[in-house]
């Protein structure tokens, strides 16, 4: 089965700590995406790639790195500078970037304490 | 810049009735637009898009959207609600590269 996985379901850190959230896909597709959603403020762009060893900011990138090494996977690196991390992060990814519908993870819920 | 506008955060059907959740978008060029459903604790799933052609757009699970260029519209339909469609909805519009959602509408279904 295609489809895009996400893990961990939950996850829970210290604040002070640097925590990476897993991504990888499996249908083939160039552009991947992060984002970040809170109640009420629907999605928000983190960062996206177009394509491997590629990718740029979003709207909301203070506090957050990305890699794009291989094309089935984007790890996301919430870092100590980011302010308020605890969020439910979700990963995308399309065929191309622009105008084609995107396909989401199930989401990692990271509490930071 | 293009942005979509959901119009109730919160919107409350009796099963059976009809559901109507409503977005408006802005964009200087015809967009591609989008509505996604979303479960809790889940990912988004597409519903259904309009790119080009027909502004009557049917998508999965019965729901429907028309987009209307005059109103600047692409408001989302199902003629009758079942428990089932309880969840988030999110509309999202794309332009020069460039998707944006909506802050999403969250649909109640009274028995």
């Known amino acids: 089965d295609g489809g895009i996985t996400q893990s961990p379901k939950y996850l829970f850190r210290k604040e002070g700590q640097n925590v990476t959230l897993s991504c990888e896909q499996n249908?083939?597709?160039?552009?991947m995406y992060w984002y970040r959603q809170d109640p009420g403020q629907g999605l928000r762009l983190i960062y996206y790639?177009?394509?491997?060893?590629?990718?740029q900011k979003g709207d909301i990138a203070e506090g957050y790195s990305v890699s794009r090494e291989k094309k089935e996977s984007f790890p996301l690196t919430v870092t100590s500078a980011q302010k308020n991390p605890t969020a439910f992060y979700l990963c995308?990814?399309?065929?191309?970037?622009?105008?084609?519908?995107?396909?989401f993870g199930p989401g990692t819920r990271l509490t930071v304490t | 810049a293009q942005s979509v506008t959901q119009l109730g955060s919160h919107v409350s059907v009796s099963e059976g009735a009809l559901v109507l959740l409503r977005c408006n978008y802005s964009?200087?060029?015809?967009?591609?637009l989008f509505w996604y459903v979303q479960y809790p604790n889940q990912g988004l799933q597409l519903l259904l898009k309009?790119?080009?052609?027909?502004?009557l757009v049917k998508g999965i699970n019965g729901f429907e959207a028309e987009f209307k260029k005059s109103e600047t519209s692409f408001h989302l339909t199902k003629p009758s609600a079942h428990m089932s469609d309880a969840a988030e909805y999110f509309c999202?519009?794309?332009?020069?590269?460039?998707?944006?959602f909506g802050a999403g509408t969250r649909l109640t279904v009274k028995p």
């Open positions: 999202a519009v794309s332009e020069d590269n460039d998707m944006r």
């Open positions: 790639s177009q394509i491997v060893n590629d990718f």
């Open positions: 995308a990814s399309s065929i191309g970037h622009g105008s084609y519908e995107q396909y």
């Open positions: 249908l083939n597709h160039d552009a």
């Open positions: 964009s200087s060029v015809p967009p591609y």
């Open positions: 309009y790119t080009t052609g027909a502004t």
